[in-house]
């Protein structure tokens, strides 16, 4: 039988029908292995984590929240706010910057073990598949045949589970915006009193069943924005699946009693495409399509045990490894992203730890100067804006320094609940013998818990009579 040309893998993608141009459905078989049991191991550890998550609490708040409409983020159990914003966006640089680094040098790893739509389509929408059509070839065999009672119990235990688990992916990702006690009141109170949040929980589900369901390898080729990247961060010394073709080749298949065939260890038995998740033929080298999940390497690894070869003709390596046979190398690109990430995460976390729990701004009341006043003083106007960036509640204190003027505000007593803010006004008096100059600097001392904060530096302004 004449080989298969291959040699157009780039020029159109593996689950397309060159004919038709039509997604072809793509049938994995899950090959049991070494990398499948250490991913199933840490799959699980992901799964229970991502479920735990929105109902670990620390100090009576949520662990981790990420509430877009409220402006409200606590991440490991410190609060952010919209003051915050400078930090989460660096800190959002410096993440991206990571996976950069992260990817020149290991390639879609991330994809491959960490990555929830791989975790969750591989290890529970798959195992539930085969576990009620059966394996590959069933349910290709299922698919193509008639619509009959089986087809349509199976179909519909199927969906069903589908639409159930969904259903709780749903939940869990809400509890992540709106918190778990949200959460449990549009679950536990009427429908009619939390309608918002209900119908997000169902566009939720319906979203992450149309993925798992339906789109599948296509998050991962077409719609995943980080897939797209690899073409420009991969080269050919960063670490992937592949093939050793030096060894394998020329593939061909073994003749029982033949000693001496010429040819490579592959023996071109197709096995490394049939359990790939996204359809394509890891021989042909590094693609778009590949997501790191080590089904072939598994796949060729029993096969190679059974012709007692040695094992890795598939493995993690680069290129150049696999060309050089030379060991891994950090390379100047890899360094440079290296550096950067470094200065870039060293800057964030020495903001993040001289962050104070009080953030108090003091700015002039737009439109005014200064006020001359009946008993001969001067008076100018400030509005006072404070934030408390913890949980727990403080007593504020404001004093001036630098000039002999007196301070005058709707409390001297000002008490502001964790993560709440305020705005009120201030104003300063200052005796016109006590004015020196046109604009009088000072600073404005901001004490909580009689703990000092803030020091803001303002002018006042006056006029000056000989």
Known sequence: MAKKDTSDFREHLSNLNERTGKRTWIYPKIISGRFYRYRSWFSAFLLALLFVGPWLRWKGHPLFLFDVLERKFIIAG????????????????????????????????????????????????????????????????????????????????????????????????????????????????????????????????????????????????????????????????????????????????????????????CVDCGLCVEVCPTGIDIRNGTQLECVACTACMDACDSVMEKIHKPLGLIRYASEQQIVSKKTFSYTNRMKAYTVFFVLLFGVFSTLLALRKDLQASVLRTPGTTFVREQDGKVANFFLLKLTNKTFHDMNVRVALEGIPASIQMLDDHIRIKGGEHQSMPVIVHLKQADIKENTTPFQVVVYADNKEMNRVKLFFNGPVFD
Not at 92 to 118: A, D
Not at 153 to 176: E, R, V
Request: glycine residues 8%; proline residues 4%; charged residues 20%.
């Open 78 to 265: 410190l609060p952010f706010f919209p003051q915050d914003f400078y930090l989460l966006a660096l800190g959002l640089l410096s993440f991206i910057v990571f996976i950069m680094l992260f990817t020149s040098i290991f390639g879609r790893l991330w994809c491959g073990w960490v990555c929830p739509q791989t975790v969750f389509m591989e290890m529970v929408f798959r195992r539930i598949e085969n576990w009620i059509e059966g394996n590959a070839a069933a349910q290709k065999k299922l698919d193509e045949g008639p619509l009959n009672a089986e087809k349509v119990w199976k179909k519909t235990a199927k969906h069903t589970l589908f639409w159930l688990i969904s259903f709780l992916i749903a939940n869990t990702f809400l509890a992540y915006i709106i918190g778990s006690d949200a959460l449990m009141k549009i679950i536990t109170e009427p429908v009619s009193q939390h309608r918002a949040g209900f119908v997000s929980i169902l566009i939720f589900t319906s979203v992450f069943y149309l993925v798992f369901a339906k789109l599948r390898e296509l998050v991962c080729i077409i719609i995943c924005p980080y897939g797209r990247l690899q073409g420009v961060l991969l080269d050919q010394n960063s670490v992937v699946v592949a093939y050793d073709h030096q060894r394998g080749e020329p593939r061909g298949r073994l003749v029982k009693g033949q000693t001496e065939s010429g040819k490579g260890d």
